[in-house]
C-alpha cells in the first residue's frame, strides 16, 4: 500500500483519470483531466453536460494510474471524496490559469473540486519482484 501523501504526490505525474459517480441511479465512469491543488483534485467539466450537474455536493469516487506495459510495473491510486464546485472568483482565475486544462472546445465551463475522504494507492509489479514468501503464497493458492 502506497501511504496517502505519497498518492497525491504520484497523482501530480499525470494528467487523466476517471470519475466515479452516480447517473439516474446507476455508476458511471468517465475520463477527466485534472489537477492536484494542495490536498485536493480538480477537475474541468463543461457547464450543462451530465458532469456539471451531477457531480457538484455528491460523493465521487476518482482513479488515475501510471502503467508500464514492458516492465509490467506501474501504480493505482483511488481516491472517495466529496464533489464541489469552485466557486470563489480568486480560486477560479488562478485554476483557469494552473489547473487542468480542458478537454472540451466549450468556452463556457466549471471547475470541480474533490476533497479526499479515503486515498489508497498500490504499486502494480510483476510476480519475480514480489518478496520470495508473498511468490510462495501465489505459488500454492489457498494456503496461507
Known amino acids: 500500500m502506497i501511504p496517502?501523501?505519497?498518492c497525491l504526490r504520484l497523482l501530480t505525474s499525470v494528467s487523466v483519470g476517471r470519475i466515479a459517480y452516480t447517473k439516474?441511479?446507476?455508476p458511471a465512469v468517465e475520463?477527466?483531466?485534472f489537477a492536484v491543488?494542495?490536498?485536493e483534485i480538480v477537475i474541468r467539466v463543461e457547464t450543462g453536460s451530465t458532469l456539471s450537474a451531477t457531480i457538484p455536493d455528491t460523493i465521487v469516487a476518482?482513479?488515475?494510474e501510471h502503467l508500464d506495459d514492458e516492465t509490467r510495473t506501474g501504480w493505482t491510486v483511488n481516491v472517495v471524496g466529496s464533489a464541489h464546485e469552485v466557486t470563489d472568483p480568486g480560486d477560479i482565475a488562478r485554476l483557469r490559469g494552473t489547473g487542468p486544462p480542458s478537454w472540451a472546445l466549450a468556452r463556457d465551463d466549471q471547475l470541480i473540486r474533490i476533497a479526499p475522504?479515503?486515498?489508497t494507492g498500490r504499486e502494480l509489479m510483476v510476480?519475480?519482484?514480489f518478496p520470495?514468501?508473498?511468490r510462495t503464497a501465489l505459488a500454492t493458492p489457498g494456503q496461507t
Do not use: K, T
Request: charged share 30%; no cysteine.
Open 4 to 6: 496517502a501523501d505519497e
Open 24 to 26: 439516474r441511479a446507476l
Open 31 to 33: 475520463p477527466v483531466r
Open 37 to 39: 491543488d494542495g490536498d
Open 62 to 64: 476518482f482513479q488515475a
Open 117 to 119: 475522504g479515503i486515498v
Open 127 to 129: 510476480a519475480a519482484e
Open 132 to 134: 520470495p514468501s508473498f
